[in-house]
Nanobody
Framework: EVQLQASGGGLVQAGGSLRLSCAAS????????IGWFRQAPGKEREGLSC????????RYADSVKGRFTISRDVRSSAVHLEMNNLTPEDTAVYYC?????????????????????RGQGTQVTVSS
């Protein structure tokens, strides 16, 4: 299991932006898919976006397409989620997760919540 750590959450006003980061401890992602999902109070987990680390292929859920951008930094072995034009409906705990491309990774973002490795979440709060 990959040990992941998400960071970058915080409090932001509606219309603002945040950049989340995901790093792995003592692991290189190779042919893994790294994904982000969120969970708001009283709601189901929602897969948001994913990137195939080896070639940078990205995918997005319709709910965030055009507002969120996922990217990988091969020098630091990190994955980032740039979130723009945030609304109060984006308030949630955000998690990064990982799974081999050949298992659940290739079917993301629909499979992100089933990924085998995930880290501690980071809280994102958007005020109106």
């Amino acid at each position: 299991e990959v040990q992941l750590q998400a960071s970058g959450g915080g409090l932001v006003q509606a219309g603002g932006s945040l950049r989340l980061s995901c790093a792995a401890s003592e692991f290189t992602f190779d042919d893994y898919t790294i994904g982000w999902f969120r969970q708001a109070p009283g709601k189901e987990r929602e897969g948001l976006s994913c990137v195939r680390y080896i070639d940078g292929t990205t995918r997005y859920a319709d709910s965030v397409k055009g507002r969120f951008t996922i990217s990988r930094d091969v020098r630091s072995s990190a994955v980032h989620l740039e979130m723009n034009n945030l609304t109060p409906e984006d308030t949630a705990v955000y998690y990064c997760s990982a799974d081999p491309w050949d298992r659940y990774g290739r079917e993301c973002p629909g499979t992100i919540t089933a990924f085998g490795s995930r880290g501690q979440g980071t809280q994102v709060t958007v005020s109106s």
